[in-house]
Nanobody, 123 residues
């Protein structure tokens, strides 16, 4: 099992920045990739960003949703088993609960989820 704990959410004005963290514990050696997702009220959970976790040839590769490219940056600290999401130039439409997830495979559904952290961007 892998446990994930997010932190860093809050209230920020449009144009501001926040950094989210996701600390992983447990069987972290089984993680292939980690990612951030978000869910706004009344909407489905949507992909935000992903980073491959291991030391293989694809380790460190990053992927982003078009809506956040150029504004958000995903990164990792393997020594701390922690993933980050630096969010700049925030917009009101970025308001959502942000979840971190971890997957053991290169494709398919994520296996583990955190509890979520609220991000609210005021206009």
């Amino acid at each position: 099992q892998v446990q994930l704990v997010e932190s860093g959410g809050g209230l920020v004005q449009a144009g501001g920045s926040l950094r989210l963290s996701c600390a992983a514990s447990g069987r972290t050696f089984s993680i292939y990739a980690m990612g951030w997702f978000r869910q706004a009220p009344g909407k489905e959970r949507q992909f935000v960003a992903r980073i491959n976790w291991g030391i293989s040839w694809s380790g460190g590769n990053t992927y982003y949703a078009d809506s956040v490219k150029g504004r958000f940056t995903i990164s990792r600290d393997n020594a701390k088993n922690t993933m980050y999401l630096q969010m700049n130039s925030l917009k009101p439409e970025d308001t959502a609960v942000y979840y971190c997830g971890a997957t053991r495979g290169s494709s398919g559904p994520y296996d583990y989820w955190g509890q979520g952290t609220q991000v609210t961007v005021s206009s």
